[in-house]
């Protein structure tokens, strides 16, 4: 485990303890913890408003009986800001995982004023692009990196693409990825606190595009031949399904990446599309019946009010203020797959179509909470390891930015 400075115990600080998600971050960096061959030991704390329910979720977790170094921050970080300074001050890197469209920036904020790294599991591409506006220079002069998306939203698309271009033996120019998710017979499930950061995300999709002009940016070149989008809903012969586009984050923080590695690293930039498998027919008639009702709910305010009120029945199960059993998780799990083409060693992207395919897979455990808290787990690790690695010496990045000259490519899921 990297040293951490004299004034700062703790190498990793977890706010959003207490939440669905929180809980099993906890977990995961105790087992981490306890489990880490060759490291000397994790030093991390827990953050939150009661004292209470802090120490159940570390009871729940058994992060005593594994020998962790736990502490207790009886703070409320989202509305005391000397609170947060004095629990950023004490730490290397900071996890999270809760609803950031209304309570992130205050501890990205605090976090850079504080020299605290900052990783978060967020699929609020709003979210995402505006501190990378707002806070990427300020980040880079106080030496403070903020790294966003590092749950299954995005890592395993960010970083399966640069782990794809890698292997690709010649030219990579586009790559489409689908997405595969299997469950048990008690079905999957989501937690309500995402269902809420759809309901408000596709309510505020306007501000994100007028956000995006502020950047400036140029539009990538695109190399060789330009793919095709594929329509709304669509036969995948790739995963034998129906499929629709991947509304998530993944589309975005790949081409944050892919901007980056191409002003920064000269790589050629890969077109991308991203695609997620919905089943049968039955389950399309579903999908475009909930899919117009939601669409014209999230345009107002009583709709939103309704939305967020009773997810259950508006997103046919799908997601509920309850979260997913144990059951649900642990029966589930996901396939991304990446099918990409290119042109060969010796080849003039210019010059006529791909000559060249490649198909790479990454499999994991159930996404939204097992996988994605992994990911982010291993991230944090990653960042305190491997610190040398990181471009520059700090800023906002994605996953892809931030970790594509680490280790963390090629570990699994």
């Not at 703070?75 to 300074?85: A, D, G, K, L, V």
């Not at 012969?237 to 690293?265: C, N």
């Not at 309850?322 to 099918?339: D, H, R, Y």
């Amino acid at each position: 485990m990297a040293d951490v400075p004299t004034r700062r115990p703790y190498h990793i600080i977890i706010f959003g303890a207490t939440g669905f998600t929180g809980q099993f971050v906890v977990e995961e960096v105790a087992r981490c913890a306890a489990e880490g061959p060759g490291l000397s030991p994790l030093k991390w704390a827990v953050a939150g408003r009661s004292r209470q329910r802090l120490e159940e979720v570390l009871k729940q977790a058994g992060a005593g009986k594994k020998g962790n170094f736990e502490v207790i921050f009886d703070i409320n970080c989202s509305q005391n800001t000397e609170t947060m300074r004095l629990a950023f001050d004490q730490c290397s890197t900071l996890s999270l995982s809760f609803q950031y469209r209304f309570y992130g920036e205050p501890v990205v904020k605090a976090c850079i004023e504080n020299g605290a790294h900052y990783i978060d599991i967020c699929g609020e591409p709003q979210f995402l692009e505006c501190m990378q506006l707002q806070y990427h220079t300020k980040a880079l002069d106080r030496g403070v990196y903020v790294i966003g998306s590092c749950g299954f939203d995005s890592i395993p698309a960010d970083l399966g693409i640069l782990y794809t271009q890698r292997q690709f033996k010649g030219t990579l120019t586009a790559v489409e990825s689908f997405l595969k998710i299997t469950s048990g017979p008690e079905g999957f499930s989501g937690h309500d606190a995402t269902w809420q950061s759809a309901v408000y995300g596709f309510a505020d999709s306007g501000s994100l595009r007028q956000l995006r002009k502020k950047f400036g940016y140029k539009p990538l070149p695109v190399v060789g031949a330009k793919v095709q989008k594929r329509g709304f809903v669509f036969f995948s012969k790739e995963i034998e399904q129906y499929a629709i586009p991947f509304m998530g984050s993944d589309p975005s923080v790949v081409k944050r990446t892919q901007r980056f590695l191409y002003e920064e690293e000269h790589q050629s930039p890969v077109q991308y599309s991203a695609y997620v498998g919905v089943g049968g027919l039955f389950s399309i008639v579903k999908l475009f019946c909930g899919g117009v009702l939601f669409w014209f709910m999230v345009k107002f305010g009583l709709g939103r009010k309704l939305l967020t009120t009773f997810p259950s029945l508006f997103s046919f199960g799908l997601f509920s203020k309850a979260g997913p059993t144990m059951k649900q998780i642990e029966n589930t799990c996901f396939s991304l797959t990446f099918f990409g083409e290119g042109y060969s060693d010796g080849t003039d992207p210019s010059q006529g179509r791909p000559n060249a395919k490649i198909c790479t897979q990454v499999i994991g455990a159930e996404p939204g909470y097992v996988a994605t808290v992994s990911a982010m787990v291993q991230a944090a690790v990653t960042l305190l390891n491997e610190l040398h690695s990181l471009p520059r010496r700090g800023g906002v990045y994605t996953p892809g930015a931030a970790f594509y000259k680490t280790s963390l490519i090629d570990r699994p899921p």
